[in-house]
């Protein structure tokens, strides 16, 4: 059974810190590229951050210079490290893990980044 499951998320103040996690099970997940994606309310999902079997990193680009997407194959894990939070940063965020060799695409359930004073 395919699991991802994202934590991390909550309330922070404008200019702050959060990091988001996310764990899988059931999957190669070396073989995965791994990727963020966000959806604020009456807004379509968009990309966050994916990040390559080989590590090659790519970001959205409202969040390019704040955020940054790393992956530990041992642990099966990815995160996302968001500095300098801003209110229009608040939404729910996806784990995501594709591999289209394969044709599979899973999505976690997502964790809600509140981002206000």
């Known amino acids: 059974q395919v699991q991802l499951v994202e934590s991390g998320g909550g309330l922070v103040q404008p200019g702050g810190s959060l990091t988001l996690s996310c764990a899988t099970s059931g999957i190669s997940f070396s073989l995965n590229t791994m990727g963020w994606y966000r959806q604020a309310p009456g807004q379509q999902r968009e990309l966050v951050a994916t990040?390559?079997?080989?590590?090659?990193?790519d970001y959205g680009d409202s969040v390019k210079g704040r955020f940054t997407i790393s992956r530990d194959n041992a642990k099966k894990s990815v995160y996302l490290q968001m500095n300098s939070l801003k209110p229009e940063d608040t939404a729910v965020y996806y784990c995501?893990?594709?591999?289209?060799?394969?044709?599979?695409?899973?999505w976690g359930k997502g964790t809600l980044v509140t981002v206000s004073s």
């Open positions: 995501n893990a594709r591999r289209l060799s394969v044709r599979t695409d899973y």
């Open positions: 990040i390559s079997i080989a590590g090659r990193t």
